[in-house]
């Protein structure tokens, strides 16, 4: 019998795996009832490509204004080797570091593979957890490029973050460049709250993977350093974000996801998500994962536009939101809630309740309609 990980390299059909991201991880953990979402984002298939051979591209992601000055934000601030950064996190730590090794892990011996790259990860934040335990405060180290794994319904994925891990006076923090501007020392809070829930992912994952590795996961600050552009300057500045409410959450959430072999028993042996077949074909074996779409997958998920096509196709209650559904518990279709609204047809017992509800709110429109139309 073939492993997850064999069946999940056959799932992607040949094409090369696509790393996950804290926005990922988060999303998924947001929806952890969709079986698609999580059979996809493990197997490293991707979501973009995929809907766009099925003929529902989603407009997805940053603009790219925005991507350019992400980017040139970032470089100014680890520009000679993260010098300008060293600065920031001395004052933001309020630590006097002697002297901060900075390694970068993908130009350390030429590496490229994952694989290799973990290891590296690895191997470099153990040197540091060592020494800092061993010399209490020590020098510090400043990794870049770090790739974590995090297990993710019971699958190992690659984490590839757009974050530092540093380690000073004994701690690891999770260093965030971000390019959104602090104002008089205040940020746009909906952007704050984002970057929160995308770096407590990250320090979730080095917690993980001290743990995997017999450290102290509590080395790992519930701090983050959140490294913004200052007011209308690009002059960088950095804050502490405390992320305990966005861990506790998202370790909530993992929790609750289906293991990935359970999802894999559920699927056909032979199916594949590979672009080469045609999109009818992939259209059929994307519904053979089943999804649990709701609204917010609109902001959160490459497939948003399949997904909802299927859900309105079949009528689900899902297209109206979780919160709608969980109101006309036990009703199945928007069908069937307009039939018990129109008193069309009679309703179970159980759903008295709900039915004598939706008649009365079916009346108010009625009502209304019909005033608007005398007066129109
Ligand atoms: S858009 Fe589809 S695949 Fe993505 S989370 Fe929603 S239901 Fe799942």
């Given at each position: 019998m073939s492993t997850s990980t064999e069946r999940l390299d056959a799932l992607r059909g040949g094409a090369a795996p696509v790393d996950h991201n804290a926005r990922t991880v988060a999303a998924l953990a947001g929806n952890p009832g969709c079986d698609r979402r999580a059979v996809l984002d493990a197997a490293g298939i991707s979501k973009r490509d995929t809907a766009v051979h099925l003929g529902h591209p989603a407009p997805f992601g940053q603009s790219p204004f925005a991507l350019a000055r992400a980017r040139s934000f970032e470089e100014l601030v680890k520009a000679d080797r993260c010098a300008h950064l060293l600065r920031l996190l001395r004052e933001a730590l309020?630590?006097?570091?002697?002297a901060i090794a900075y390694l970068d892990i993908p130009q350390a011996g030429g590496q490229a593979t994952r694989e290799l790259r973990h290891a590296r990860t690895r191997k470099e934040l153990r040197q540091a957890a060592e020494s800092a335990v061993r010399d209490g405060s020590g020098d510090g180290t400043l990794v870049d490029h770090p790739l974590f794994t995090l297990p993710v319904a019971g699958h190992e994925v690659y984490l590839d973050p757009a974050v530092l891990a540093v380690q000073a006076g004994g701690r690891f923090h999770i260093v965030e460049i971000k390019s959104f501007a602090v104002i008089d020392g205040a940020a746009d809070s909906a952007q704050v709250a984002a970057a929160s829930r995308l770096s407590a992912v990250y320090v979730y994952a080095l917690k993980a993977m001290f743990a995997a590795e017999g450290?102290?996961?509590?080395?790992?600050?519930h701090e983050v350093v959140l490294v913004c552009p200052k007011d209308f300057a690009n002059h960088p500045t950095a804050t502490l974000l405390d992320v305990r409410l966005q861990l506790a959450a998202l370790r909530r959430q993992l929790s609750r996801l289906t293991r990935i072999d359970r999802i894999l028993d559920r699927?056909?042996?032979?199916l594949t998500f590979s672009l080469e077949q045609s999109p009818a074909e992939l259209a059929r074996a994307v519904r053979a994962a089943e999804a649990r779409y709701a609204p917010e997958c609109l902001s959160t998920c490459e497939m948003a536009y399949f997904c909802r096509s299927d859900a309105r196709e079949c009528g689900s209650l899902e297209v109206l939101g979780r919160v709608t559904r969980d109101d006309l518990g036990g009703l199945d279709s928007v069908d069937a809630v307009l039939d018990l609204a129109a008193d069309d047809r009679r309703a179970a017992s159980e759903h008295d309740e709900i039915a004598e509800q939706l008649r009365h709110v079916h009346a108010i429109y009625r009502a209304h309609t019909a005033a608007e139309a005398v007066v129109a």
């Open positions: 309020g630590l006097p570091i002697p450290i102290d996961p509590g080395l790992v600050s699927l056909p042996p032979d």
